[in-house]
């Protein structure tokens, strides 16, 4: 089975549900970008008119995470994998449809090859930045990904 948009998004619906309903969405995959987006609703603003942090970063990790979750399932190894760290900093108001983009497949390959081949856990920092429809860098995240080999 391949990693596509809508299986991310049908997982999202049974296994992040609060992901699902609060709009955020796979929109492309492919071995070195993966797009989320997420658009500002009711049911995800915060008291201040804008997008909450949380639902940002919810779709900021899937971006990040759906692309280890596809290396990972290519390199037909069962691998484990975890958020270790993450950061963020907010530049703007999060309003309308955001778009997170994680460009940084290449990352992956290199960490899950090395896991591979030298049995121990590896780490990986991927970043996903957040832009409006008007092309504004409205939030950036770093999340740092383990990855173990199991045995």
């Known amino acids: 089975m391949t990693i596509s948009p809508s299986k991310l998004n049908t997982y999202l619906l049974f296994k992040l549900p609060s992901a699902y309903l609060t709009g955020v969405r796979t929109k492309h995959i492919?071995?070195?970008?993966?797009?989320?987006?997420v658009k500002h609703r009711w049911i995800n603003q915060n008291p201040f008119n804008s997008m909450f942090w949380a639902?940002?970063?919810?779709?900021?990790?899937?971006?990040?995470g759906a692309l280890v979750m596809k290396k990972i399932k290519e390199s037909r190894?069962?691998?484990?994998?975890?958020?270790a760290n993450?950061?963020?900093?907010f530049s703007k108001k999060a309003t309308g449809?955001?778009?997170f983009k994680c460009e940084e497949g290449h990352k992956i390959d290199e960490a899950i090859q090395k896991a591979i081949d030298t049995g121990e856990g590896q780490t990986v920092?991927?970043?996903?930045?957040?832009?409006?429809?008007d092309g504004v860098e409205v939030?950036?995240?770093?999340?740092?990904?383990?990855?173990?080999?199991?045995?």
């Open 30 to 37: 492919d071995d070195s970008t993966c797009v989320v987006t």
């Open 55 to 64: 639902v940002q970063g919810m779709a900021a990790e899937l971006t990040t």
């Open 77 to 83: 190894k069962r691998i484990s994998m975890l958020v």
């Open 86 to 89: 993450n950061n963020a900093s």
């Open 125 to 133: 920092w991927l970043s996903a930045t957040g832009i409006n429809k």
């Open 139 to 151: 939030s950036s995240f770093n999340f740092e990904w383990t990855l173990k080999v199991k045995s």
């Open 97 to 99: 449809r955001i778009t």
